[in-house]
């Protein structure tokens, strides 16, 4: 089983209002990231907020997906990688990988976190990341051998330091529309124009 992280705990501060419920065709980014995940097969979904939980939360009162909150948030990504990754240890221990996925990448679908899943299952590579822009990141999944490292970081670097301490390990699958994700009011803007 596949153990689905959407991290959402971040406080919105170039947007200047929760990006987490911004609508673009007729859904929230968040509801847009939890119907892409929720959709995927053999998976257990959890969200991380933080920032604005209690606005949040209304917004997910009907979702069919577990909701952690993360007292941490304001110390970077990180803590919501390691909240997450905590609760799927402990909850759901049959989860074999992770995958970590950001509520601001509208074009975040199921058939690209399927393909991350089938990527990994086919190549036998432990880390499977979306590639855009010549980098790579998220949507990312991680192989449980790892768990114990990803809640072991600290601050703003989320998971992409592992991406590059283990290039060697690391199968990518094109997304060039994970570039666009949604950090001020103007890529908003061009996210509603597009």
């Not at 609508?23 to 980014?29: D, E, R």
């Not at 959890?46 to 009162?61: K, R």
């Not at 290039?167 to 061009?190: H, L, N, W």
């Amino acid at each position: 089983m596949t153990g689905i992280i959407i991290l959402a705990a971040g406080a919105s501060s170039r947007m200047g209002r929760p990006k987490q419920l911004l609508v673009y065709q007729q859904q929230s980014l968040l509801q847009r990231a939890i119907k892409a995940a929720v959709a995927v097969p053999n998976t257990y979904v959890i969200v991380v907020v933080g920032a604005h939980q209690s606005v949040i939360a209304l917004e997910l009162a009907n979702e069919s997906i577990k909701v952690i909150y993360n007292a941490d948030w304001q110390q970077g990504m990180a803590s919501s990688v390691s909240v997450g990754i905590k609760y799927l240890i402990t909850e759901q221990p049959a989860v074999q990988n992770a995958l970590l996925m950001l509520c601001d990448q509208p074009f975040v679908d199921t058939a690209l976190l399927q393909n991350l899943i089938n990527t990994q299952q086919t190549s036998g590579r432990p880390i499977v990341a979306s590639a855009y822009q010549n980098t790579l990141g998220a949507p990312v999944l991680f192989d449980q051998y790892y768990f114990a490292e990803l809640m072991a970081l600290q601050g703003q670097e989320g998971a992409k330091t592992m991406l590059n301490k283990y290039k060697s390990e690391v199968i990518s699958i094109p997304f060039e529309q994970g570039a666009i994700d949604i950090d001020t009011p103007e890529d908003y803007e061009r996210l509603l124009n597009f």
